[in-house]
C-alpha cells in the first residue's frame, strides 16, 4: 500500500485505473453518496456536546477527512468533496436521532444498498474495487465522483484531462470480453 498523503492527481488515476466503464463510474454516483450517507447515520450517535456544540462520531471523523481533502493539493475539489460530505452527514443526523430500529435499518441497509451499487458497477468493468488493492481507495471514492460529477457540469476539465493522460479515456466495456 502506498502512502495515503500522495497528491490528488496521483490518488484519482490510480483510482480512476479501476473506474474506465461509464456504467461502472454511473453505479459510484449513486452508490458512493449513499454509503457516505449511511455511515453519517450509523456515526450519528451517540449524539455529545463540546464547547456548545453537538457532535457525534460522524463529525468527529469528518474533520480529519476533511482536512485531508484539502491537503492532496487540488483545493477547489477537496473543498467541494468536503463539502458534499458535509451536506450528506447534516442529511444523515436526523435519521441517527430516530428510533434505534429505524437508525439501524436505514444506516445499515443503506451502507448494504449502496455496496451493492458499487459491486454491480464492478461486474461492469470487470475488474475489482480499488480498496482491494490500496484502502485508501475508502477516501479516495468519495473525491473521485465529487470530480465527476464537477466534470458533468463543465468543472474539472484539466484535471479530468490529466487523468485521462495517464490512465486513458471512460469506455463501455464488452461484457461478452474479458477486462484487459
Given amino acids: 500500500m502506498s502512502s495515503p498523503f500522495r497528491p490528488a492527481i496521483d490518488l484519482l488515476a490510480q483510482y480512476a485505473r479501476y473506474h474506465r466503464d461509464e456504467r461502472n463510474i454511473a453505479t459510484h454516483v449513486v452508490g458512493v453518496p449513499l454509503i457516505v450517507f449511511s455511515i453519517g447515520v450509523l456515526l450519528g450517535r451517540p449524539g455529545f456536546q463540546i464547547a456548545g456544540y453537538a457532535l457525534s462520531p460522524a463529525w468527529l471523523l469528518f474533520a480529519p477527512v476533511a482536512l485531508w481533502y484539502l491537503t492532496r493539493g487540488e483545493f477547489v475539489l477537496g473543498l467541494a468533496v468536503s463539502a458534499a ?7 444523515a443526523q436526523p435519521l441517527a436521532e430516530a428510533g434505534t430500529l429505524a437508525w439501524l435499518g436505514l444506516g445499515a441497509g443503506g451502507f ?5 451499487i458499487q459491486f454491480l458497477g464492478h461486474y461492469y468493468e470487470g475488474r475489482k474495487p480499488a480498496f482491494a488493492d490500496d484502502l485508501i481507495g475508502l477516501l479516495v471514492g468519495p473525491m473521485f465522483v ?6 458533468m457540469a463543465g ?3 484539466g484535471l479530468v484531462a490529466r487523468i485521462e493522460s495517464r490512465v486513458g479515456p471512460t469506455i463501455v466495456r464488452d461484457l461478452a470480453h474479458p477486462a484487459t
Fill in 146 to 151: 465529487v470530480m465527476e460529477l464537477l466534470a
Fill in 112 to 116: 448494504f444498498v449502496g455496496w451493492t
Fill in 155 to 157: 468543472g474539472c476539465k
Fill in 85 to 91: 460530505i458535509a451536506a450528506l452527514l447534516m442529511l
